[in-house]
């Protein structure tokens, strides 16, 4: 069995109809499996590169007035910024104006939580406006702001930013254009919040766009069984042989999947993506590297100069403290090839809902967070560059203790409430 811990009451509502029956379908925005009631299909969605939305006009006779899609960037996650000598970390839930467009409110607000999204397509009608900045920029500037809201200069030096989101999105929202001025056709009336009311018509537009949604049914490709996931899980899992699946818009992909087992039958097992990087302007190659990186209180091995080495990340959504320490902990234990199974154990599988290119941009600063000292990591941290050549999934075992989960092997313990609150964020 795949266990749900809590449902998510936060995130905003998708509709949709089902591929199969035309049946509506409301998604949470970060469910990556629609379960159609009607016709009981269920199939993994992907799209060809953000997920995009578009919220409905309302009211505006769409054969008389042509509708103008503005495009919001839509970003909830974790920013790190590795600020004077600290690894600082926040959570982030925003959306920001993706144009400069004076005509629209710089954010959503609320909206989106009180009307349904829909996803858009290549034949949703209606002009789209380009995206012209990009999201990190807009990233980089919310960071900064909450570290100065003030707008002073920051009297710490910052070394390293880095986004890791549960949602990247694109949210497109209606506007019409009557004598020159853009209205709102959410509300069918001049937005509030806007600067000028003024459409420039230099303004690009997306030309035909190719953006496109893929629905990959959820059947082993390897053996036909049904795949099991659970609405957010990012890795599908075929218990028949043991494969693990991501959705991609060339169907299912097969991601490399293992298991260290455990004697325990009730043993909980969490998910964590093992990486293997290359990287450019720090000696961190073999464990050895690592042992140095971390000041481990013990003497260095001779083999540990030949042993490779490789970060494990949470391959689930958690608080960023627990992040870090997971990271540094697993990775200082480096759970050896022998160790792991290729047979997934017929126990209790966390899902996987942190994809791996998501985890892996939270490497660097996991990283500086390890490093010491950090008044000698830190300075580096612009000149190191990261490149991952090979992500494994694999399933760690936690034996359940009252409300902890414990990992008497590596020593780690996690409390339960903690990953409750992850799958609520
Ligand atoms: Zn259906
Ligand atoms: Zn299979």
């Known amino acids: 069995v795949v266990i749900r811990l809590a449902g998510k009451a936060s995130a905003w509502q998708v509709e949709l109809a089902c591929p199969q029956c035309g049946a509506p379908v409301v998604l949470a925005e970060t469910d990556r499996i629609l379960s159609c009631g009607y016709c009981k299909v269920r199939l993994g969605i992907s799209y060809s590169d953000h997920f995009r939305y578009f919220l409905e006009p309302d009211g505006v006779d769409a054969n008389s007035k042509e509708i103008i899609y503005v495009p919001y960037w839509r970003f909830k996650g974790i920013a790190y910024s590795c600020r004077g000598n600290t690894v600082e970390h926040r959570f982030v839930d925003s959306s920001l104006l993706a144009v400069k467009a004076a005509f629209a409110p710089n954010s959503l607000g609320f909206r989106p939580q009180a009307l349904k999204l829909r996803l858009a397509s290549h034949a949703t009608p209606g002009k789209f406006l380009k995206p012209a900045l990009p999201l990190k920029k807009l990233i980089s500037r919310v960071i900064e702001y909450t570290n100065n809201p003030d707008g002073s200069e920051d009297p710490l030096p910052v070394y390293h930013h880095a986004f890791v989101g549960e949602t990247t999105s694109l949210i497109y929202s209606p506007f019409y254009i009557e004598n020159g001025s853009a209205y709102d056709a959410?509300?069918?009336?001049?937005?509030?919040?806007?600067?000028?009311?003024?459409?420039?018509?230099?303004?690009?537009?997306?030309?035909?766009?190719?953006?496109?949604?893929?629905?990959?049914?959820?059947m082993c490709p390897h053996c036909g069984w049904d795949l099991m996931g659970e609405a957010d899980a990012q890795v599908l899992l075929c218990r028949n042989c043991s494969s693990g699946w991501e959705s991609s818009n060339d169907g299912l992909k097969r991601i490399n999947t293992t298991a260290i087992q455990s004697k325990e039958p009730d043993a909980l097992y969490l998910p964590f993506w093992r990486i293997r990087a290359q990287i450019v302007g720090l000696q961190l190659n073999t464990y050895a590297d690592l042992a140095r990186l971390c000041n481990l209180p013990r003497a260095i091995k001779k083999e540990w100069n030949e042993r490779d080495l490789y970060f494990w990340l949470p391959a689930f959504k958690t608080p960023p403290q627990l992040i870090l320490r997971l990271t540094r902990l697993i990775s200082v234990y480096q759970p050896s090839d022998g160790e792991l199974s290729e047979n997934l154990p017929n126990a209790s599988l966390f899902p996987a809902t942190l994809p791996k290119s998501q985890a892996a941009l939270g490497l660097k600063a996991a990283i500086a967070s390890m490093g010491v000292p950090k008044r000698t990591i830190f300075p580096r941290l612009p000149e190191i560059s990261i490149k991952v050549n090979e992500y494994i999934l694999v399933y760690i075992p936690f034996d359940t203790s009252g409300g902890e989960l414990i990992n008497h092997t590596m020593q780690i313990g996690i409390s339960k409430a903690t990953l409750q609150f992850g799958r609520l964020i």
Request: aromatic share 12%; hydrophobic share 45%; glycine share 0%.
């Open 186 to 218: 959410v509300l069918n009336k001049l937005p509030a919040l806007a600067p000028s009311s003024h459409f420039d018509d230099s303004l690009a537009f997306d030309e035909c766009p190719a953006w496109q949604i893929k629905f990959n049914p959820m």
